[in-house]
T-cell receptor
Framework: DTGVSQDPRHKITKRGQNVTFRCDPISEHNRLYWYRQTLGQGPEFLTYFQNEAQLEKSRLLSDRFSAERPKGSFSTLEIQRTEQGDSAMYLC???????????FGEGSRLTVL | AQRVTQPEKLLSVFKGAPVELKCNYSYSGSPELFWYVQYSRQRLQLLLRHISRESIKGFTADLNKGETSFHLKKPFAQEEDSAMYYCALIPSGTYKYIFGTGTRLKVLA
């Protein structure tokens, strides 16, 4: 197992376009998280799943953002009608039941022009 | 509101000097606290968690509930300790990590 993988690693898009990021967690991990990180800031919580259930969603996540984890394995994060303020690094992490330790992917960097 | 504060954006020390990276939190309950580290060109990874009371790579952190702090310490800094360090907490009853803004540690030769 190579750890948490994210795709694409970099995405440049024009304002108003939709983008989708994919995350493949460590296979035996039941929890999956999405975080966003901008320059000079720590990771900001967006949402997390336990198996296929989305258990919590941040108020930061406007209705343009949606995340899914359809079979409790990989997850997608879609951003519709992108805005320049969406430019950030989107981090995915997975965690086993115990201990509650996050294993991060390398991130997907989004640039909205 | 639950919050993690890391007051220093950058901390520079000489090799062999002691290091203390500050972390304060605001949370009324009993959180679980962590330090995560990101070395250059690597992904964010766990350094240590308060519940395990371990020393990892010479680093230790003690939870001080009275001062609501979880400072990271190392008696003798090494150049390979240069990295970005994030303090994080999980409020009890949730699985949601809250991160601080991070401190960049530079260890000078």
């Amino acid at each position: 197992d190579t750890g948490v993988s994210q795709d694409p690693r970099h995405k440049i898009t024009k304002r108003g376009q939709n983008v989708t990021f994919r995350c493949d967690p460590i296979s035996e991990h039941n929890r999956l998280y999405w975080y966003r990180q901008t320059l000079g800031q720590g990771p900001e919580f967006l949402t997390y799943f336990q198996n296929e259930a989305q258990l919590e969603k941040s108020r930061l996540l406007s209705d343009r953002f949606s995340a899914e984890r359809p079979k409790g394995s990989f997850s997608t994060l879609e951003i519709q009608r992108t805005e320049q303020g969406d430019s950030a690094m989107y981090l995915c992490a997975s965690s086993p039941k115990d201990p509650q330790v996050l294993f991060f992917g390398e991130g997907s960097r989004l640039t909205v022009l | 509101a639950q919050r993690v504060t890391q007051p220093e954006k950058l901390l520079s020390v000489f090799k062999g000097a002691p290091v203390e990276l500050k972390c304060n939190y605001s949370y009324s309950g009993s959180p679980e606290l962590f330090w995560y580290v990101q070395y250059s060109r690597q992904r964010l990874q766990l350094l240590l968690r308060h519940i395990s009371r371990e020393s990892i790579k010479g680093f230790t952190a003690d939870l001080n509930k009275g001062e609501t702090s979880f400072h990271l310490k190392k008696p003798f800094a090494q150049e390979e300790d240069s990295a970005m360090y994030y303090c994080a907490l999980i409020p009890s009853g949730t699985y949601k990590y809250i991160f601080g803004t991070g401190t960049r540690l530079k260890v000078l030769a």
